[in-house]
């Protein structure tokens, strides 16, 4: 049995659908997340999940019952919010117990649940305290905590850590990947940072306009995007393109016909494609003499990070990135070859942009 | 040398007795006095007798400081038959203010409540008819409340005067509540309800010990507007249960008797003693108050 | 535990029922007070309605009595010349008020309390009191008769040419606090920024005020000149408190006339048809506000 299922969802806002058709299937214990840029409906579909926005038509199942119009509290769900959502008048033990006292549960049980989560999330020193009084990581542990009490099979994320430094976000990333792991619920998970999405997902569902893109492991995401968008959103600095045109198992580029037959193709394909390669599986130097590919660029600008430097240059009159290590002596103005496996790149149909 | 070069260049900083400054605080205290005068007038006539305002200025301060004017204004001031004083109309304003503040600002915040966290199908076309309301002049719903109330069996009784209290501060006060509730973060709405809290756990549990701010200042407009209404009292009371205004202008205006402008005076500052006094102590929130209701009207 | 289908949308009417439950006195309120109430009045505005309301029309029988009516036009004029000058008044004094506690000035919290307070008085007291100080016989022409200029005459509440006056110094004693806090406020809403550019930029102070603040300043002009005209239509108390009509019938207003056809002088028509003229002007001056405050958004 799955944990979530979600069928056949359709929600609109007046006239403009903001989720058609949608179908998701979530198992036992795994941790889901929802990518997309803002708009895209992500949170929307974290929201009908919970019970917050009532759907126009299709159901949602939740443990195998049929959810589909009860209320967020009849769920089994808990719900983890962007600006953690922490009661202000209550302390932190009252934000806890809220929900369980409106179960009506006995104080006894009350008490044990929370000292069993403020173990769990180490904040029983915070426990007399107000959300005023706590810092942002603390305030945001007090949401998960406020979750975990209510002892659900399935927890729901709404971009949680987007209000935390670079810093703390981290940190609080990893606690949340080991609070998984130690508790093992189904987690649902809505961020726009691609990081996040790669470092905590088992499966990450890109989506774009209400529809899901691509659902799949964060390795297929990465190296096999199922169409140019994700093969653009994912990555960072993003994937290079270039236009040219497929025949016989080969492709024009930068006047120079490269052998396809290291792709690994659905089905053949003859006319105009995408070819995109990710700035991080171009080599450069000597190591790329032997690619399938090859060419000579001039450097017109270097962006040193550090761990990494990225080169921005120019390829058959697009911008081409590309990374190279941290200390480089590369210079503006500098003539460098450069070169790529053909494995390790994506082809899309240029008019339906599915990957070939 | 050296500290020359390396002065401050331009004139120096303004002086506090600037020409500017001079003419901005010289207006500022002008104007003040036009608009401090009528008070000053009113209290120090009110400490006169009446033989020392017959033949004094009315800017001059009392010679002989007198409270029996007041005394006078509280407890013996005719109304046609009647002659007890302002008091009655104080103690009447007062049953009239309680329980209409009470409800206007419970009916009000509940509403605002569902308008802006708790939409259905119809209600902000509802709402913008009560916005709308809010302009319509009073007299054309002034004689269908009337029998609104006869039916009621409310028609001069105090509890008619609060539900037209009730009626007619909701557009105001709604708005107030509900663009107040809509400034609560919408994550923490959704919370309580994950929380499994509904309408009225909401209201009572999240929202309402948050938002003890925005009562006082509803409770401040209210207060006021009450307590200042002379329109409603003059047509949904009758001569035993007026307000306090419309009480002082039978008193003040009066076509019999000699005029005693010492009692006048008195009275006036008594009924405007209670709005008076709420304004100096609320200060800014009095302030905020008008400006919300004002300027998101 | 009861297990309940939650597979089936629930109906309608129940959905969000507390919510309904809780907004039935803003839609009794909306539609019985609001819309039915001055439907009636505007209905039985045709109709010859004397001491009880009845259904017996008469066309536009009311409205020429109306507008043939002396008391009337009288109450239409006051209205018109009291308008004029207290719009063009409250928005002069409350910006120019405003633009001088903007200017940081010390004790701008006493300043503030001192214009603002008489707002927190009602007509009735406003009136009574400007009646006393405005009185000829005891009050400042007398004061200043005393001190020797015996030629100064300052009596506008004895004369029906002036006792308009009277009443614009009293209403504009009362009610420009209130445009000043508002147009403080919006003057305070305005970026610093802008002012540093402006300084910058090397543009004087009135300048600045004139060629930039004064245009961003815009929308709360509207919202102060609707509060205004508002204001001035429902003008009732404060005549009746500071002159009760008089002189004569010089100072009679719409509001005044309606309460009096109504409720004093028993010909309810004459007041329906008095208050439904009052309800357009009010349209008139509100249509086309809401349609350049709300119209523009509609397709947003």
Not at chain 1, 295 to 320: H, I, Y
Not at chain 3, 12 to 33: D, E, G, R, Y
Not at chain 3, 59 to 67: A, H, K, N, P, V
Not at chain 3, 182 to 201: N, Q
Request: hydrophobic fraction near 45%; charged fraction near 15%.
């Amino acid at each position: 049995m799955n944990s979530v299922e979600i069928r056949e969802l359709d929600l609109s806002f007046g006239t403009v659908n903001v989720l058609a058709g949608l179908n998701l299937d979530i198992a036992q214990g795994e941790f889901l997340v929802l990518l997309g840029s803002s708009g895209c409906g992500k949170s929307t579909l974290l929201n009908c999940i919970a019970g917050l926005l009532d759907v126009s038509a299709g159901q949602i199942f939740i443990q195998g019952k049929n959810v589909t119009w009860a209320q967020p509290s009849e769920r089994g769900i808990g719900m983890v919010f962007q600006s953690y959502a922490l009661y202000p008048q209550m302390t932190v033990e009252g934000n806890l117990s809220f929900g369980l006292k409106n179960q009506r549960m006995d104080k006894e049980e009350i008490k044990k649940r929370v000292s069993k989560a403020s173990e769990i999330l180490q904040i029983e020193s915070l426990l007399k305290r107000k959300p005023a009084a706590l810092s942002g990581g603390q305030r945001q542990r007090v949401a998960i905590g406020r979750a975990l009490v209510r002892d659900v099979d399935v927890f729901l994320f709404d971009e949680p850590l987007s209000n935390l430094d670079a810093k703390l976000r981290t940190d609080l990333r990893v606690e949340l990947k080991l609070l998984h792991r130690k508790l093992g619920n189904t987690m649902i998970y809505v961020t726009h940072d691609q990081v996040e999405a790669m470092t905590l997902a088992d499966r990450i569902a890109v989506m774009k306009d209400g529809v899901i893109q691509q659902l799949g492991d964060p390795n297929t995401i990465y190296s096999k995007p199922t169409n140019k968008y994700v093969a653009d959103f994912i990555g960072s600095p993003s994937m290079n393109f270039f236009k040219g045109p497929v025949e016989n198992g080969a492709m024009q580029i930068n006047n120079e016909s490269v052998s396809l037959a290291k792709y690994d193709f659905h089905k053949p394909y003859n006319g105009l494609a995408w070819l995109g390669i990710r700035p991080e599986h171009v080599r450069s130097g000597s190591d790329a003499n032997d690619c399938d590919f090859n060419a000579t660029v001039v450097v017109d600008l270097v962006e040193p990070m550090g761990a990494d430097t990225l080169v921005w240059s120019t390829l058959q009159d697009n911008p081409f990135r590309f990374r190279v290590e941290g200390q480089t002596d590369i210079k503006q103005g500098d003539k460098i070859s450069i070169g790529f496996e053909i494995e390790r790149t994506s082809l899309f149909d240029i008019d339906t942009e599915i990957r070939l | 040398m050296a500290d020359a070069l390396t002065g401050p260049s331009g004139p120096p900083p303004k002086r506090i007795f600037s020409r500017t400054n001079i003419m901005l605080y010289g207006t500022l205290l002008v104007v003040s006095i036009y608009y401090l005068l009528p008070l000053y007038v009113m209290v120090v006539t009110s400490l006169k007798g009446m033989p020392e305002i017959r033949l004094g200025n009315i800017f001059a301060p009392p010679l002989e400081v007198t409270f029996e004017p007041w005394v006078k204004a509280w407890s013996e001031a005719c109304t046609g038959i009647n002659c007890d004083g302002l008091s009655r109309g104080f103690w009447n304003s007062v049953k009239i203010l309680v329980p209409s503040c009470a409800l206007s600002i419970a009916v009000a915040s509940v509403n605002g409540y569902a308008l802006a966290r708790w939409k259905f199908k119809g209600s902000e076309l509802f709402f913008s008819i009560l916005i709308v309301g809010a302009f319509i002049p009073y007299q054309t719903m002034l004689y269908p409340l009337v029998i609104i109330l006869r039916e009621l069996g409310l028609m001069g009784k105090l509890g008619g005067l609060v539900l037209v209290h009730t009626v007619f501060g909701m557009p105001i006060l709604t708005l107030l509540f509900r663009n107040y509730f809509a400034g609560i973060p919408e994550d923490l709405f959704k919370a309580a309800r994950v929380d499994g809290a509904g309408f009225w756990g909401i209201y009572f549990r999240i929202m309402l010990p948050m938002s003890l701010p925005i009562f006082v200042v509803a409770l401040i407009l209210q207060v006021t507007g009450i307590w200042n209404d002379f329109l409603f009292g003059v047509i949904y009371t009758k001569p035993a249960t007026y307000p306090m205004t419309v009480q002082l202008n039978n008193i003040v205006n009066s076509v019999q008797g000699i005029k005693e402008y010492n009692v006048n005076m008195a009275a006036t500052l008594l009924t405007g003693g209670v709005p008076l006094i709420l304004y100096f102590i609320s200060g800014k929130l009095f302030v905020r108050g008008i400006a919300a209701g004002a300027v998101k009207g | 535990m009861n297990q309940t289908n939650h597979s089936k949308r629930p109906p309608q009417l129940f959905k969000n029922l507390s919510a309904k439950i809780a907004s039935i006195p803003m839609i009794l309120t909306t539609m019985v007070v609001f819309v039915g109430g001055t439907t009636w009045t505007v209905v039985h505005s045709f109709t010859n309605s004397k001491l009880l309301p009845k259904l017996n029309f008469v066309g536009l029988d009311q409205y020429e009595r109306l507008w043939s009516s002396r008391r009337w036009l009288i109450s239409i004029e006051n209205l018109a010349v009291f308008g004029f000058f207290s719009l063009i008044l409250m928005m002069v004094i409350g910006f120019f008020l405003a633009t001088l506690l903007d200017r940081k000035v010390r004790g701008e919290n006493i300043f503030r309390t001192i214009f603002l307070y008489p707002f927190a008085l009602s007509f009735i007291v406003t009136g009574l009191a400007w009646q006393w100080i405005l009185n000829p016989d005891l009050g400042l022409q007398q004061v200043m008769h005393d001190l020797g200029w015996t030629s100064f005459e300052f009596n506008p509440l004895n004369s029906g040419d002036t006792v308009i006056y009277g009443l614009l110094i009293a209403a504009m004693w009362q009610g420009t606090g209130l445009i000043m806090v508002i147009m403080l406020a919006g003057l305070r809403g305005i970026d610093d920024d802008i002012w540093k550019a402006a300084r910058v930029d090397g543009i004087g102070t009135v300048k600045t005020y004139i060629k930039i603040i004064i245009p961003m300043m815009r929308p709360v002009f509207v919202t102060a000149l609707v509060i205004v005209a508002s204001g001035i239509i429902k003008l009732y108390d404060l005549v009746v408190a500071l002159t009760n009509g008089g002189p004569g019938l010089s100072s009679e207003v719409p509001a005044k006339y309606v309460i009096n056809y109504m409720f004093r002088a028993q010909n309810l028509g004459q007041g329906f048809a008095a208050s439904t003229m009052m309800l357009v002007t009010v349209a008139i001056i509100l249509i086309p506000w809401a349609y350049l405050e709300f119209g523009g958004k509609d397709n947003g």
